[in-house]
Antibody
Framework: EVKLVESGGGLVQPGGSLRLSCSAS????????MNWVRQTPGKGLAWLSF????????YYADSVKGRFTVSRDNANNSLYLQMSGLRAEDTAVYYC?????????????WGQGTLVTVSS | SYELTQPPSVSVSPGQTARITCSGN??????SYWYQQKPGQAPVLVIY???ERSSGIPERFSGSILGTTVTLTISGVQAEDEADYYC???????????FGGGTKLTVL
């Protein structure tokens, strides 16, 4: 069974930093690209970042470029999102996900999300 | 930045057909994907590559494309289909992934 489990969320002050983790199991993590997505409470989904299986291709949404850094550790089946310069508008549930969009089939899995609250 | 446009809400009675549209300039060139999200849950893939139904998704869900608009059709809507639905695609270069704003399906 594919499982993605996010952790690292919490309360952080504006301007602060936070590192999210995503632990993967049930599939060969090192063969799959991964994404981060967030959802503001009561609002829609927003794609944040893509990282290829070998980390040689990385993309960011304009909203987080220069502030967020995605990385992965294939040896430990883990994905990370380092967030800095956090703003109130970064308050959201953050998901790690495999996208069917990246594979051409229906291999598509999401974690349950971790809540990040940016507030003083 | 690239955008996908969905209606904020659609309402139908049980047993009727619901159609949720998603418009975007690159949809003729980039595949679309549809997700269902119920409150407090992560999104679930319903349709991939415009019209392929994901594993375990009931046959009443289907997808289609006409020009720059893709449509998720739910035939014989059931109360359990009440949820938010999001379309997803990529920009013309395939770099930026993007979601539509979401459509809240209400089953009356």
């Amino acid at each position: 069974e594919v499982k993605l489990v996010e952790s690292g969320g919490g309360l952080v002050q504006p301007g602060g930093s936070l590192r999210l983790s995503c632990s993967a199991s049930g599939f060969t993590f090192s063969r799959y690209s991964m994404n981060w997505v967030r959802q503001t409470p009561g609002k829609g989904l927003a794609w944040l970042s893509f990282i290829s299986s070998s980390s040689d291709t990385i993309y960011y949404a304009d909203s987080v470029k220069g502030r967020f850094t995605v990385s992965r550790d294939n040896a430990n089946n883990s994905l990370y999102l380092q967030m800095s310069g956090l703003r109130a508008e970064d308050t959201a549930v953050y998901y790690c996900a495999n996208f069917a969009l990246d594979y051409g089939d229906d291999f598509d899995f999401w974690g349950q999300g971790t809540l990040v609250t940016v507030s003083s | 930045s690239y955008e996908l446009t969905q209606p904020p809400s659609v309402s139908v009675s049980p047993g009727q057909t619901a159609r949720i549209t998603c418009s975007g300039n690159t949809l003729p060139k980039q595949y679309s994907y549809w997700y269902q999200q119920k409150p407090g849950q992560a999104p679930v893939l319903v349709i991939y590559k415009d019209s392929e139904r994901s594993s375990g998704i009931p046959e009443r869900f289907s997808g289609s494309i006409l020009g720059t608009t893709v449509t998720l059709t739910i035939s014989g809507v059931q109360a359990e289909d009440e949820a938010d639905y999001y379309c997803q695609s990529a920009d013309s270069s395939g770099t930026y992934r993007v979601f539509g704003g979401g459509t809240k399906l209400t089953v009356l």
